[in-house]
């Protein structure tokens, strides 16, 4: 079985997803209000951000069966996996993909 792939997602979007995963299931004004406080982003910037996640194929989307314009954002991609793909290439980066050299570097 080939592995799946799971794209970086940036700082930025990676406080979008939180959101995302938080609430499994969430219109944008529902992140931009969940988002005061922990950002200064303007509405068309986290618009921008969601848009950024689901060409990324992290978050997906299906519209309210009475109101097709709103959009409902969910996960495609567990938070669990983003977390050992950024974990993986932190280690890669600074310390050859080595945890023996990170625990050394710590103790």
Avoid at 75 to 88: A, G, H, M, N
Avoid at 90 to 102: D, I
Wanted: charged fraction near 35%; charge should be neutral; aromatic fraction near 10%.
């Amino acid at each position: 079985m080939a592995e799946e792939h799971t794209p970086r997602i940036s700082d930025a979007e990676w406080l979008v997803m939180d959101v995302i995963w938080e609430n499994k299931r969430v219109t944008s004004s529902e992140i931009i209000k969940q988002l005061e406080g922990k950002s200064d982003w303007k509405e068309k910037t986290v618009k921008t951000l969601i848009r950024r996640l689901v060409d990324k194929g992290v978050a997906g989307y299906d519209t309210d069966p009475n109101d097709r314009r709103v959009y409902y954002y969910y996960p495609k991609v567990d938070r669990d996996k983003c977390v050992l793909k950024e974990t993986s290439m932190f280690l890669e980066k600074f310390y050859n993909g080595a945890v023996s050299s990170l625990v050394s570097k710590i103790v």
